[in-house]
């Protein structure tokens, strides 16, 4: 499979140095690492929102710098750390935004995306309810929807389980599964080592900014490489897709 979306010796000051990433679509890709490894500054430039000092980032073969933005917002959804919501709007409303890039909300091809993306997440029973009144995990969930109604080939997320329980946080890694089997790259940062063994079919790993490891969980998140990087002895428990990290 080729590679869709390349990071080419990225440096943004102490951020970043000389990182080199090849993604694939149709793949879940998780990027670990310590706090202040590099990990939201690598998915800010993959989404074309940080520009670093040195290195290129490529869409398909052509630099994500030199594409319209609104060419760059259909290809690639962005969901940050703790998304402000400027608006006490309602839900639907909300996930509607996703279709500025394409600027047809109200037509059939908008409105067909929107409640496709309100039914991935659940979220019929909220629609009409206004932002301020939804709690942490209905919140993220109506964020998220927001990001699938742009329709984007590729599903960049900054720690989206960070406000959602272990129910939730299942769900949505069985609903981001789903759409990078339906063919689009879906690159997360987590900090959760188990959800990013369990459910991840990439991981990529960050320490001081640099590439520590980049291959499958098993091999990225091997006990030795989480000693080198995290600083603690770890010990992985259970089988192949249920395991549990112990760590001391």
Avoid: F
């Amino acid at each position: 499979m080729s590679a869709d979306l390349r990071a080419t010796d990225l440096s943004l000051g102490t951020r970043l140095k000389g990182v080199t990433v090849a993604l694939r679509s149709g793949e879940v890709t998780a990027i670990c690492g310590p706090n202040g490894a590099g990990k939201s500054t690598l998915l800010s430039c993959l989404a074309g929102l940080t520009v670093s000092d040195a290195g290129a980032v490529t869409l398909e073969g052509e630099a994500l710098s030199a594409l319209p933005a609104r060419r760059r917002a259909q290809a690639i959804g962005y969901l940050p750390q703790g998304p402000e919501v400027a608006w006490d709007v309602t839900v639907d409303v909300l996930v509607a935004l996703g279709r500025l890039p394409w600027q047809d909300a109200s037509s059939p091809q908008g409105q067909a995306a929107v409640e496709a993306a309100i039914a991935t997440m659940d979220l019929q029973p909220l629609r009409t309810r206004p932002v301020s009144r939804l709690s942490g995990g209905e919140r993220a969930r109506a964020l998220m929807a927001r990001v699938l109604a742009t329709q984007p080939r590729w599903l960049l997320a900054d720690e989206p389980l960070a406000s959602l329980d272990v129910g939730q946080a299942l769900a949505l890694m069985k609903r981001l599964r789903e759409q990078a089997d339906a063919g689009r790259g879906v690159v997360l940062v987590l900090h959760d080592l188990a959800t990013a063994m369990n459910h991840a079919d990439r991981v990529i790993v960050l320490k001081d900014g640099r590439l520590a490891t980049d291959g499958e969980p098993d091999q990225s998140l091997a006990a030795d490489i989480i000693g080198a990087v995290w600083g603690c002895e770890a010990r992985w428990l259970g089988e192949p897709g249920t395991r549990a990290l112990s760590v001391s």
